[in-house]
C-alpha cells in the first residue's frame, strides 16, 4: 500500500508530454463535379435537372424536388424526388463511371450534358 502511495505521489511530480499543436482546419472538399443546372440524359428522355450544393434536387421545372447524396468512396450518386402535384416519389442510385456519367441501379445509362446558357 505504501508503494502504490508513493507511486502515486511520484506520478504528480514527473512531467507529462506537451499537449500536441493545433492543426490548422481543413478546406473543405470541392463539390462534385454534378453540382449545378443541366440536362439529364436518361431511360431515353431528356430532362432538366438541377443539384444544388446543399443537397437540395430539383427537375424538369421544378415537378419533382428532392434532394442527393454522393459517396466519393463508392462513386455513388443517390436521388430521392418526390412529385407532390401528381403523387410520385422516386428513389434512384447512378454509379458514376466518369464526373458526369454512370450506370443506373438497373444497368440504363445515365449522364448530365451541360445547359447552354
Known sequence: ???????????????????????????????????????????????????????GYSCTGGELAGAWNYDPVRGLLEVEEIGQSVGVYYFWRVTLDGPLRGTLDDGTEWSLEEVAK
Not at 508530454?17 to 449545378?36: D, E, I, L, N, Y
Open 1 to 55: 500500500m505504501r508503494t502504490l502511495l508513493c507511486l502515486l505521489c511520484l506520478a504528480g511530480v514527473v512531467p507529462a508530454a506537451p499537449a500536441p499543436m493545433p492543426r490548422a482546419p481543413r478546406p473543405a472538399p470541392p463539390p462534385p463535379a454534378f453540382v449545378g443546372k443541366w440536362r439529364m440524359q436518361w431511360k431515353g428522355g431528356a430532362y432538366r435537372a438541377e443539384f444544388r450544393p446543399d443537397g
